[in-house]
């Protein structure tokens, strides 16, 4: 490990112990301290915004993106362990399931929803306005969090935006169950709002399995994004891992 690395980790693990209480000091640490050697030995991508389709927006993004961490001032935001699958390594979306076919993964769960009558189409936000509120109220709390304050407003009208797939994930009574917004940012996709009912038929994995085999058939962009691995709580890593998703490090440009 490099001089550079070491001071990094060391600051890193400072900044940790002062923000934290003292009875779950050492685990904590020690977790994070588990990351951030991981981090160490994370490969990078380079990860390009494509500002034609609406270069104000994009370039919101790419500042978000590249803005200083919260906690971390020596990195920008979404450099770190910034969770992506390399679309490239397949061919075919059967390829894919192939990667994700071991228990409990993408591949077993999302024919299991597919056997059930759940399917995926492109939808128009603002015919199915009720149908997103309700999924959005439909949970107090997300991850051990309560959900965001603006998930529990009601949407009256939907904007779409030009550089954005919109997706829903329906039963075989065609009642929407899910969603996903998948932004098209350059030479990577990612998603800008993803949620569902909760259950058992593997719907969120049908969902994630679909917009991937999407993302392969039509080489629209070379990987995907699903936030990042560092700061997720564990379910939602080990959620991110049975569908496919890495830790990487990120570089970005802008054109």
């Known amino acids: 490990m490099s001089a550079k690395s070491l001071a990094f ?26 990351d951030l050697g991981e981090l160490i030995r994370l490969p990078l991508a380079h990860l390009h915004f494509d500002t034609g389709a609406d270069r104000a927006a994009l370039m919101r993004i790419y500042r978000y993106f590249t803005k200083p961490h919260a906690r971390y001032r020596v990195v920008p935001n979404k450099a770190i362990g910034v969770a992506l699958i390399d ?72 904007q779409d935006k030009p550089y954005v797939l919109y997706y829903g994930l329906f039963n ?48 629209q962009c070379a990987f995907f994004m699903y936030d990042t691995f560092f700061g997720a709580r564990d379910g939602l890593r080990t959620f991110k891992r049975r569908i496919g998703f890495r830790p990487y490090r990120a570089r970005y440009t802008i054109d």
Request: charged share 25%; hydrophobic share 35%.
């Open 87 to 158: 679309l490239r390594r397949f061919s075919t979306r059967a390829e894919y399931l192939d990667s994700v076919k071991g228990k409990g993964n993408a591949g077993p769960q999302s024919r299991r929803a597919t056997a059930r009558g759940y399917y995926l189409r492109p939808i128009d936000r603002n015919e199915f306005i009720d149908e997103i509120h309700d999924i959005n109220l439909s949970c107090e709390f997300r991850q051990g969090r309560p959900m965001d304050a603006a998930y529990r407003e009601k949407v009256l009208h939907f």
């Open 9 to 34: 980790l060391n600051r890193t693990l400072n900044e940790f112990s002062n923000s934290m209480d003292a009875p779950s000091l050492t685990a904590r640490i020690r977790r994070h301290w588990n």
């Open 172 to 219: 075989k009574e065609g009642d929407l169950v899910a969603y996903c917004n998948v932004g098209l940012y350059g030479n990577f996709a990612g998603t800008e709002q993803v949620l569902g009912y909760r259950n058992s038929d593997g719907i969120m994995y049908l969902l994630f399995a679909e917009v991937i085999g999407r993302l392969i058939e039509t080489r």
